[in-house]
């Protein structure tokens, strides 16, 4: 079992930059894939990013690519969602979950892929 709580969320200008935190309690965070999903009001939740358990392998949607960074620290059981640039259309709840499967060195971006999720946390980007 895996708790997850994220935090950081906030209202920001465009052009400006949030760092989420997702803290992990209750299992060994190291074992698990991470990753970012964001829903905004209207729409289906969708994949921002994603790093493996040893943080070597990330994988981050194209919309996202070149202003977001993900980051982990396993002896903190915390992930981290840096986010730089911010747009309007960034505008979402995030949430970060953890997959259902460990022990695999990889990223996933698949929300079946993931097991655990947080219960999110708000992003809003002004214009």
């Known amino acids: 079992q895996v708790r997850l709580v994220e935090s950081g969320g906030g209202l920001v200008q465009a052009g400006g930059s949030l760092r989420l935190s997702c803290a992990a309690s209750?299992?060994?965070?190291?074992?698990?894939?991470m990753g970012w999903f964001r829903q905004a009001p209207g729409k289906e939740r969708e994949f921002v990013v994603s790093?493996?358990?040893?943080?070597?392998?990330?994988y981050y949607a194209d919309s996202v690519k070149g202003r977001f960074t993900i980051s982990r620290d396993n002896a903190k059981n915390t992930v981290y969602l840096q986010m730089n640039s911010l747009k309007p259309e960034d505008t979402a709840v995030y949430s970060c979950?953890?997959?259902?499967?460990?022990?695999?060195?990889?990223?996933?971006?698949?929300?079946?892929?993931?097991?655990?999720w947080g219960q999110g946390t708000q992003v809003t980007v002004s214009s």
């Open positions: 979950a953890a997959a259902r499967t460990t022990y695999i060195d990889r990223y996933y971006t698949r929300e079946y892929e993931y097991r655990y």
């Open positions: 209750g299992s060994i965070f190291g074992n698990y894939a």
């Open positions: 790093i493996s358990w040893s943080g070597t392998s990330t």
